[in-house]
């Protein structure tokens, strides 16, 4: 099993850059697929990037794509996200989850960080 723990949300003026950092217990890391989801009040929880278990395969979802960037460091049981040029819709509880390799089932999750990007 894997425990994740999110830090780094806040509130940031459009435009911003925030940086979320999901730390995960145990001595497995590397071998989960890590990804990021988002969900904004009264909206479905919705895919916001991932990142294979070496790094090497990330994917996007369309509304952030050249605007945030996942990436893991295996070595410190860390994965990232950084957000560069935020917008008011991108506010929302961002969560870190797990997926072992070759499930595709993200079945360990954080407890959530807040975005706030206001106009």
């Known amino acids: 099993q894997v425990q994740l723990v999110e830090s780094g949300g806040g509130l940031v003026q459009a435009g911003g850059s925030l940086r979320l950092s999901c730390a995960a217990s145990g001595r497995t890391f590397s071998r989960y697929d890590m990804g990021w989801f988002r969900q904004a009040p009264g909206k479905e929880r919705e895919f916001v990037a991932t990142?294979?278990?070496?790094?090497?395969?990330?994917n996007y979802v369309d509304s952030v794509k050249g605007r945030f960037t996942i990436s893991r460091d295996n070595a410190k049981n860390t994965a990232y996200l950084q957000m560069n040029s935020l917008k008011p819709e991108d506010t929302a509880v961002y969560y870190c989850?797990?997926?072992?390799?070759?499930?595709?089932?993200?079945?360990?999750w954080g407890q959530g960080t807040q975005v706030t990007v206001s106009s």
């Open positions: 990142i294979s278990w070496s790094g090497g395969l990330t």
């Open positions: 989850a797990a997926a072992k390799v070759g499930t595709h089932s993200y079945d360990y």
